[in-house]
C-alpha cells in the first residue's frame, strides 16, 4: 500500500475545506452533513477522520478559511479609500447577493455561527477581526486603531443589508436594501472617526 505524502495530505486536507466553506455558505452548516462534504470533496466518509477530529473542527477550519480568503481578496483592492470603496460595492452588488456560495462567509453564515462551539467562534473572530483591520488600515493609515470601531460599525451594516436584501422576495426592494447599503456605506466611511 502507498504512502502518501505530506503534501498530498495537506491539499486534501484544503480541498475538503474548501468545498465545506462553498457547501456551508450554501446550505447552512446544518444542512451539511459530513458524506455531502466529502462527496463535495471528491472522497469518502471514511477519509474525513484522518483529516478532522470532528465536523466541528471541519466548521473552524472552514470558516477561518473563507474569512482568511475573503481578507485576501480584500488585501488585493487598490490601496487606501478606492480600495473600501471597491469593496463596497462588490459586496453591496446583486452578483454577490445572488451567489452566497461564493461569498461572505459572514452573512451566509453569522446565525449559525452564533450557536457553534467556542472554537469556530474564536475562528470567526480571529478572521473577521483581520478584515476590520485591513478596513481600518485603510481609513486611517497612520491610527488604524482609531478607525476600529468605525470599520466594525461600517461592516456590520454591510452583511446587515446583504442579508436583508437576500430574505426579500421583492426584487426590486432588495435591489433598492443594495443601492441603499452602498449609499450609506460610502457616506459612514467618509465620516471622521470617532475618537
Known amino acids: 500500500m502507498a504512502r502518501y505524502t505530506k503534501d498530498h495530505k495537506q491539499a486534501t486536507r484544503q ?18 452533513g459530513i458524506s455531502t462534504l466529502m462527496a463535495d470533496a471528491g472522497l469518502t466518509n471514511g477519509a474525513f477522520y484522518a483529516h478532522f477530529t470532528s465536523k466541528e473542527d471541519l466548521i473552524a477550519n472552514a470558516v477561518a478559511d473563507q474569512l482568511s480568503a475573503q481578507n485576501a481578496s480584500l488585501e488585493a483592492l487598490a490601496p487606501g479609500r478606492p480600495g473600501l470603496e471597491q469593496f463596497v460595492r462588490a459586496y453591496l452588488s446583486p452578483g454577490h447577493r445572488d451567489d452566497p456560495e461564493n461569498g461572505c462567509p459572514t452573512a451566509a453564515l453569522l446565525d449559525e455561527i452564533g450557536r457553534c462551539t467556542n472554537a469556530t467562534k474564536q475562528a470567526f473572530t480571529g478572521g473577521m477581526l483581520a478584515v476590520i483591520d485591513d478596513i481600518a488600515a485603510r481609513l486611517a493609515p497612520d491610527n488604524p486603531p482609531s478607525a476600529r470601531a468605525q470599520a466594525l460599525s461600517v461592516f456590520a451594516m454591510m452583511v446587515g443589508a446583504l442579508q436583508l436584501s437576500r430574505a426579500l422576495a421583492d426584487r426590486k426592494l432588495a435591489d433598492d436594501v443594495l443601492d441603499q447599503g452602498v449609499h450609506n456605506a460610502l457616506a459612514l466611511l467618509d465620516a471622521s472617526p470617532a475618537r
Open 15 to 32: 480541498r475538503i475545506i474548501d468545498a465545506a466553506g462553498r457547501r456551508f455558505k450554501k446550505d447552512g452548516i446544518d444542512g451539511s
